[in-house]
């Protein structure tokens, strides 16, 4: 039980949330449409379809964008049991809370191990992509002073914003959403509406990727254009106790953040396809052109029309590295509440005025400036360094859809006011096949790979971000200091919000709204 904070309320949001253990500390002044921004813009079409849109045609040709489709769908299942979890556990730190109260500590320490320094190398590769739009935006020759001048600029830029409070926080996350949709549907409709070079069969056609062999096999390793597009929509959770009416407002807001962020991210990718000439696809696919995108910019919109979309690409990525720290900020400050890192008492302390763990978003803007030092002086250590990140991530996002699926199993019935009701198990079994579909894809060597570090760089990775939080956490024992928060408690809880609500009068068909 944390003590009383400054922003503790006597409204429902507050009463579920004592129900858990905790007293309020944040504002809760974040709506539907900041929660998906947040959300939106932590996943961000424009910098995934930009950053793969050349690779995984190279791989797989204009197919590869069904990846977009396939992912989307499993995806959407796993925000609908995300969905589920949050609306129960409506707690700041989203990965952490919902892997301890479904599972136990011990799960839910090494579980958000893996996904903090996720969350880091993604803010660090980010940060330091951004740096080449913003080189570009001012003329800048980008040498590896300025990319790394410019990725620290977006990292304290991102942190002043996320210091300033929820409200900042949100108000900038609409702003960041705007320039997403500006960025990524508007142009995609005037690529493919005017601009357009190529016809829609293009993308049943697979211009020879994969050479003499089957085509699956090819298909498959161009499954990136998709799996490194859908992640980012469990930031809506990761603020719960920031967000009013948290049990409701969350669970749309990740499944719009998937509904639209797939949307914009077809459209995007599918425009671009459409308006290279035929002579550029076959660079792009011969692996000639690596970064064709500016070039079709500039072809269908002039060089200054092109100066506006990197205004709006540089906006999404300034959301972008705000909403990874702000992520990241509050799952360590739901670690540290619960004692279960060194130096807790510092790294949850939440400021007074502005209502947000300052020193926890502190840490998730110097580790990865520090990162960014470290690829300035190693210049091709970059991709190595921050390879693991989407794998971390999507077996985070496993673990919890694993452990909802094992209390299901023991008689769990989700008692948020947002559920699935008896589709639920169905729905839990198909997202987490889908989930160990998706970790196989990432898993597997990238073609063209020929040292055994390039080729299993993913998981060597994941091996020793796992490998030493294991070693900590047997050694060190941090999750001893608190035992005495609750764990694994999903049908007591349940149990207890049914309870709560029989007793104000609730009707029992409100729980399914």
């Known amino acids: 039980m944390t003590p009383p904070g400054p922003h503790a309320g006597s409204t429902a949001d507050d009463a579920q949330l004592a129900a858990l253990g905790y007293t309020g500390q944040f504002e809760r002044s974040m709506g539907l449409w900041a929660n998906m921004a947040l959300g939106f813009t932590y996943l961000s079409p424009l910098v995934g379809v930009y950053s793969l849109f050349a690779y995984s045609l190279s791989i797989g040709g204009p197919p590869s964008i069904w990846w977009i489709v396939i992912v989307g769908v499993g995806q959407f299942l796993v925000s609908l049991v995300f969905g589920e979890v949050v609306s129960q556990y409506p707690l700041a730190g989203g990965i952490y809370p919902w892997t301890r109260r479904l599972w136990n500590r011990r799960y839910a320490w090494i ?5 903090i320094w996720a969350i880091i190398v993604t803010v660090t590769a980010v940060a330091e992509f951004g740096g080449g739009f913003v080189a570009a935006l001012f003329g800048i020759t980008a040498t590896p002073g300025v990319a790394l001048a410019t990725a620290v600029g977006l990292l304290v830029l991102a942190f002043v914003i996320n210091y300033s409070g929820t409200r900042a926080l949100a108000r900038i996350a609409k702003v960041g959403l705007a320039a997403e949709l500006v960025g990524v549907i508007a142009l995609g409709l005037f690529l493919l509406l005017f601009r357009r070079e190529q016809s829609f069969s293009v993308f049943f056609d697979t211009l020879g ?19 490194f597009l859908f ?3 469990e930031a809506c959770g990761d603020v719960a106790e920031e967000v009013a009416d948290p049990t409701r407002r969350i669970p749309r807001a990740m499944m719009l953040t998937i509904l639209v962020g797939g949307v914009s991210g077809l459209m995007s990718y599918a425009g671009y396809v459409m308006a290279a000439p035929d002579a550029q696809l076959q660079a792009i696919m011969a692996g000639e052109d690596v970064d064709p995108i500016p070039a079709i910019l500039v072809s269908a919109l002039g060089t200054a029309g092109s100066k506006v979309f990197l205004v709006v690409a540089v906006t999404a990525f300034v959301s972008c590295v705000l909403s990874l720290q702000a992520a990241g900020s509050r799952l360590l400050y739901a670690f540290a509440r619960d004692r279960m890192l ?12 502005h209502a947000v763990p300052t020193n926890a978003l502190l840490v998730v803007c110097v580790v990865p400036v520090l990162i960014c030092l470290f690829v300035f002086w190693q210049p091709d250590s970059l ?23 094992r209390q299901r199993l023991r008689g769990w019935r989700p008692a ?20 160990l579909f998706a970790i196989v894809l990432l898993v597997k060597p990238a073609p ?18 796992a490998g030493s939080g294991l070693l900590y956490l047997f050694l060190a024992r941090p999750d001893r200091h608190s035992a005495h928060i609750p764990e694994g408690d999903a049908r007591e809880v349940a149990a207890q919000l049914r309870q709560i609500r029989r007793d104000a009068g609730v009707p029992v068909r409100e729980e399914i709204r």
């Open 111 to 115: 579980v958000s191990w893996v996904y």
């Open 209 to 227: 990727a994969g050479g003499g062999d089957g085509y699956l096999g090819t298909f498959l390793a161009a499954s990136l254009s998709g799996l």
């Open 231 to 233: 992640y980012g929509f």
């Open 342 to 353: 060194p130096a807790s008492g510092w790294l949850s302390h939440v400021s007074a005025r």
């Open 383 to 405: 991709a190595r360094v921050t390879a693991f990140a989407v794998l971390g991530i999507y077996i985070a996002f496993q673990a919890v859809v694993l452990a909802a699926l």
């Open 416 to 435: 948020g006011l947002w559920n699935l009701g008896s589709a639920g198990l169905v729905v839990n079994v198909l997202a987490l096949a889908y989930g």
């Open 448 to 465: 063209g790979t020929e040292t055994f570090l390039d080729r299993w760089i993913v998981a060597i990775g994941l091996a020793v971000v």
